[in-house]
């Protein structure tokens, strides 16, 4: 069983920037890609980022490319979203995920999300 817990929320400026992190704690990621999704209000929770497990491969949301970036280490079994030049539409909750594969649809394990706002 593996535990995820998102930290790194918070209120931010329009234009600002945020780091969130994932710790993974009661087994390793070993062989887990890893993904961000979010919810905003009134929507579905949509994704946003996902990483393979070494890290070789990236993807992306079409809403966040060139503005988030994906990272993760291993040793430390966390994973990482770097959100610069946040827009207000970026404001939900974000989650951390972990799968076999990156681009799978269901997702085995998920953290209990942290919230982001983006003032305007």
């Known amino acids: 069983q593996v535990q995820l817990v998102e930290s790194g929320g918070g209120l931010v400026q329009a234009g600002g920037s945020l780091r969130l992190s994932c710790a993974a704690s009661g087994r390793t990621l070993s062989g887990y890609a890893m993904g961000w999704f979010r919810q905003a209000p009134g929507k579905d929770r949509e994704f946003g980022a996902a990483?393979?497990?070494?890290?070789?491969?990236?993807y992306y949301a079409d809403s966040v490319k060139g503005r988030f970036t994906i990272s993760r280490d291993n040793a430390k079994n966390t994973v990482y979203l770097q959100m610069n030049n946040l827009k207000p539409e970026d404001t939900a909750v974000y989650y951390c995920?972990?799968?076999?594969?990156?681009?799978?649809?269901?997702?085995?394990?998920w953290g209990q999300g942290t919230q982001v706002t983006v003032s305007s």
């Open positions: 990483i393979s497990w070494l890290g070789r491969s990236t």
């Open positions: 995920a972990a799968a076999p594969t990156p681009l799978q649809k269901n997702y085995d394990y």
